[in-house]
C-alpha cells in the first residue's frame, strides 16, 4: 500500500471540486445535487445514510465480500481478491485514511472518463462532490476516521463527454488492519428518470396536462415560506382563482368528452396568458387546474392588485373566443376571484379561502367578470357566518328582546296600537335590528322558534298594559310573521294558544306580512290567514306597494290593514328653494299614487297605515287625503315597554 499522504489532501466543504483536475479527466459537477428539478421535490433531496457504529456489529463486517486482503483462515489469494476488485462491473476504490485513491477499478475509471491508473493519488471527495454539502462532508470524514459505519448519498455528476449521471455513492470501511475506506458507485440514472417521471403523473392533471393541485400547493407553500420572500423580491403574493361559468350542462348534454376537449382548450388559453404576462414582468405565473372546472393562476412576487387585474381581464378576453371542439362550436365565460396581499402573515389555506369567497362573489354579481378581494365584504361575510352559527343558541340564552313603536291615530294622534319590533342584544356585536339576522333566521328555520317567541312575549306585554291601564281604551300590538311560519309550522294552533295563555283578545292582535309573502297566496297559507281572521285576529299587508301589487287578491284575501310602504311618504316630503325640506312643492305623482291607494283601500274596507311618517308636513297631507293612523320617528321612536306605559298612563 502507498504511503499515505498528508492530512491536507482532504478538501474541505466549500473548497471547487474540480481543483486539481487535469485537462480531459472527470470533473464533478458545479452545482449540488438537485438542480434538475424544483428543490420542493422530495426526489431531490440528497439521500444520506449516515450510520453510527454501534448500528452495525463490528465495523469489519460491513463490506467483508469488498476488502482485498481474505480474512484470516481462508485459502483464496489476495491476488484473486484484486483481479476481482479490478474485473468488478461495480466502479469502486479504496481510499486510504487521508480521503486519497490508493487503487480504482477500470469500472471506475470507465465511469469518470479515465483510466483507473490516473485516480491513484486523487482526492476521493473531489471526483463524487462529498464537499457540496456541510452534512455530507462531516459524515465522510466520520467514515475516514472510523467513528461512523457507512455513508450513503446521492450525487449529480457530469461526464467529461457532456452529460450528467446521478449515482448512489456509499462509502464504507475495510478491516481496520487495512486503514482504508471502500468508496463503490453505482448509477442509478434510470431509476431517477423513472421517479421523475411518476412524479410528473402524479402531480400534473391528465386532461389538460397542468400541474394539479398538489402540485399547486406545494408551490403555494413553498412561496409563503420566510425564505422564500425574506431574501428579494417584492414579498407579496397573487392569485386568480378561476371557475367556468355553465360548465355542467356542457358535460350534461354534449358527454365528458366534449367537456374534457373544453378543458384542455381553456387551459391552452390560460397558459397563453400566463406566457404572455411572463413576458411582460419577467416571472411567469404558475397555471394549475384544481379539479372540476376550476383553475388557478398563481403570481409570486407580484407587484400588486393591478398587475392582477390586468391578467384576470387578459383571461376574460381570452375565453370570450368561441371554441372549436371536433365540429362542436362552444362559447364559455368565467368568473374569477382575485386576491393580491402580502406574503409575511399569509397562510396558503387563507389565501385559498379568500380566493373562493371572492369567487362567490364574483358569480354573485352576475358571473362573467373577476372580483377583487374587499376586507369589509369579508368581515360582513364572516360576521354573518357568525350570527347564522349563533342564532339558535342565542333564543335559548334569551339575548332576544322587543321593543315597541306607537301607530298613531291620524285624526286625534292617540295611541291606537304598537308594532313589537325585536331586538337582538349580542354579546359581541352589540343590538342587532331585524335586517341584521332575521333573514337568517329564515334561511336556516330558527324564525319559527323565534317567531313563536315574538309572538309570546308580544301578547303577553299587551295583556299587561291593559290590566296596568284599565281606563284607557286598550291598544293592539302589531306582530310580524314570516311566510315560512306559516309552512314551517301550525302558525293558527300557535296563535290559539297564546291567545289562551295571556287572555289577551284576538281582535288586539296583528300579524303583519309582507306583500310578496300574501300576494298569490294559495293552499295552506291561504287557509291559514282565514282560520286567523275567523278567529278575530287582524291581518296586515307590510311594505304594500312596493311587490307584485295584484290588487285583485285585495278582494279575496282575510285583509283588514294595509301599511304603506315608506317609500311612498318619504316622497310626502316637501323641498325648499334651498334643498332642504320645508318648501311648498310636493312631489304630485307620490300623492296621486297614496290617495289612490287610500280610496280603493277603504273602499274594499280596509283601514291604512302610513309607515316612515318624520315630519309634521307629512302628516298634515296624509290626514289630508284620508290616511287612518301613522307610524315613524314624528310620533316615537321604537321604544321599551315602560315607555309605553308613560304614553297610556299620559292620556288615560
Known amino acids: 500500500?502507498?504511503?499515505?499522504?498528508?492530512?491536507?489532501?482532504?478538501?474541505?466543504?466549500?473548497?471547487?471540486?474540480?481543483?486539481?483536475?487535469?485537462?480531459?479527466?472527470?470533473?464533478?459537477?458545479?452545482?449540488?445535487?438537485?438542480?434538475?428539478?424544483?428543490?420542493?421535490?422530495?426526489?431531490d433531496t440528497p439521500e444520506s445514510i449516515l450510520d453510527t457504529p454501534e448500528s452495525i456489529p463490528g465495523i469489519s463486517e460491513s463490506v467483508p465480500d469488498a476488502a482485498l486482503v481474505p480474512p484470516a483462515g481462508t485459502s483464496t489469494s489476495p491476488g484473486a481478491f484484486r483481479a476481482a476488485f479490478g474485473a468488478a462491473p461495480l466502479p469502486m476504490a479504496v481510499v486510504d485514511r487521508e480521503g486519497l485513491v490508493v487503487t480504482a477499478n477500470e469500472s471506475l475509471g470507465a465511469l469518470l472518463g479515465t483510466g483507473s491508473g490516473a485516480l491513484v493519488g486523487r482526492i476521493a471527495a473531489d471526483l463524487v462532490d462529498l464537499a457540496s454539502d456541510a452534512r455530507t462532508w462531516h459524515a465522510y470524514r466520520e467514515v475516514l476516521r472510523g467513528r461512523q459505519a457507512r455513508l450513503r448519498c446521492t450525487r449529480r455528476l457530469k461526464h467529461p463527454d457532456g452529460h450528467s449521471l446521478w449515482v448512489q455513492v456509499t462509502v464504507a470501511p475495510l478491516p481496520a488492519q487495512e486503514e482504508a475506506v471502500l468508496l463503490s458507485i453505482a448509477d442509478i440514472s434510470a431509476r431517477r428518470e423513472l421517479q421523475a417521471?411518476?412524479?410528473?403523473?402524479?402531480?400534473?392533471?391528465?386532461?389538460?396536462?397542468?400541474?394539479?393541485?398538489?402540485?399547486?400547493?406545494?408551490?403555494?407553500?413553498?412561496?409563503?415560506?420566510?425564505?422564500?420572500?425574506?431574501?428579494?423580491?417584492?414579498?407579496?403574493?397573487?392569485?386568480?382563482?378561476?371557475?367556468?361559468?355553465?360548465?355542467?350542462?356542457?358535460?350534461?348534454?354534449?358527454?365528458?368528452?366534449v367537456g374534457d376537449r373544453l378543458l384542455a382548450a381553456v387551459a391552452e388559453r390560460l397558459t397563453r396568458c400566463a406566457d404572455e404576462a411572463g413576458y411582460a414582468r419577467g416571472a411567469t405565473p404558475l397555471v394549475a387546474r384544481l379539479g372540476g372546472d376550476e383553475f388557478a393562476l398563481l403570481v409570486e412576487d407580484s407587484t400588486g392588485t393591478d398587475q392582477l387585474a390586468d391578467l384576470a381581464e387578459s383571461v376574460l378576453k381570452s375565453l370570450q373566443a368561441p371554441f372549436d371542439l371536433s365540429g362542436q362550436r362552444l362559447s364559455v365565460s368565467a368568473s374569477i376571484g382575485v386576491v393580491e396581499r402580502r406574503a409575511a402573515g399569509t397562510s396558503a389555506t387563507h389565501l385559498m379561502q379568500a380566493a373562493d369567497t371572492t369567487l362567490y362573489w364574483a358569480k354573485a354579481d352576475g358571473k362573467g367578470r373577476w372580483t377583487l378581494f374587499d376586507p369589509e365584504r369579508n368581515a360582513h361575510r364572516m360576521t354573518r357566518q357568525a350570527l347564522s352559527s349563533t342564532l339558535r343558541a342565542a333564543i335559548d340564552r334569551n339575548e332576544f328582546a322587543l321593543e315597541y313603536q306607537p301607530l298613531v291615530g291620524m285624526e286625534d294622534g292617540g295611541v291606537r296600537g304598537v308594532e313589537a319590533l325585536v331586538r337582538w342584544n349580542h354579546p359581541q356585536f352589540g343590538t342587532l335590528t331585524p335586517n341584521r339576522f332575521i333573514g337568517l333566521a329564515e334561511e336556516d328555520g330558527s324564525i319559527v322558534q323565534l317567531g313563536r317567541w315574538v309572538l309570546a312575549t308580544a301578547c303577553r306585554q299587551a295583556r299587561r298594559w291593559q290590566l296596568d291601564h284599565p281606563d284607557a281604551a286598550p291598544i293592539f300590538v302589531s306582530v310580524n310573521v314570516a311566510v315560512r311560519q306559516v309552512w314551517d309550522s301550525d302558525l293558527v294552533a300557535d296563535v290559539a294558544e297564546i291567545l289562551a295563555e295571556t287572555g289577551l283578545a284576538p281582535h288586539l292582535l296583528q300579524l303583519e306580512l309582507t306583500e310578496s309573502a300574501v300576494m298569490g297566496s294559495a293552499g295552506r297559507p291561504l287557509q291559514a290567514l282565514q282560520a286567523l281572521s275567523d278567529m278575530g285576529v287582524r291581518i296586515a299587508i307590510d311594505d304594500f306597494g312596493t311587490g307584485y301589487s295584484n290588487l285583485a287578491y285585495l278582494s279575496r284575501l282575510p285583509v283588514s290593514v294595509l301599511k304603506l310602504d315608506g317609500s311612498f311618504v318619504r316622497g310626502f316630503q316637501y323641498e325648499g328653494p334651498d334643498g332642504g325640506a320645508g318648501g311648498a312643492h310636493p312631489n304630485p305623482a307620490d300623492e296621486v299614487i297614496v290617495e289612490a291607494l287610500i280610496q280603493l283601500a277603504h273602499r274594499l274596507g280596509l283601514t291604512v297605515t302610513a309607515e316612515c311618517v318624520e315630519t309634521a308636513s307629512q302628516a298634515t297631507r296624509l290626514r289630508g287625503i284620508g290616511c287612518d293612523t301613522g307610524q315613524g320617528w314624528l310620533y316615537s321612536r321604537p321604544v321599551a315597554p315602560d315607555r309605553i306605559s308613560a304614553l297610556l298612563t299620559a292620556s288615560s
Not at 491536507?8 to 479527466?25: E, I, K, N
Not at 470533473?27 to 438542480?35: D, F, K, R, W, Y
Not at 431574501?231 to 386568480?240: D, K, S, V
Request: hydrophobic share 35%.
Open 1 to 43: 500500500m502507498p504511503p499515505s499522504a498528508s492530512v491536507s489532501a482532504v478538501s474541505p466543504p466549500g473548497a471547487s471540486p474540480c481543483a486539481g483536475a487535469s485537462p480531459g479527466t472527470y470533473a464533478p459537477a458545479e452545482t449540488p445535487l438537485g438542480t434538475l428539478d424544483t428543490p420542493e421535490s422530495p426526489l
Open 197 to 257: 417521471r411518476l412524479r410528473h403523473l402524479q402531480m400534473h392533471d391528465p386532461v389538460t396536462r397542468l400541474p394539479n393541485r398538489t402540485l399547486f400547493f406545494e408551490r403555494l407553500s413553498s412561496a409563503l415560506e420566510a425564505e422564500a420572500y425574506e431574501e428579494g423580491g417584492t414579498g407579496r403574493i397573487g392569485l386568480c382563482y378561476l371557475d367556468l361559468d355553465g360548465f355542467k350542462a356542457v358535460n350534461d348534454t354534449l358527454g365528458h368528452r
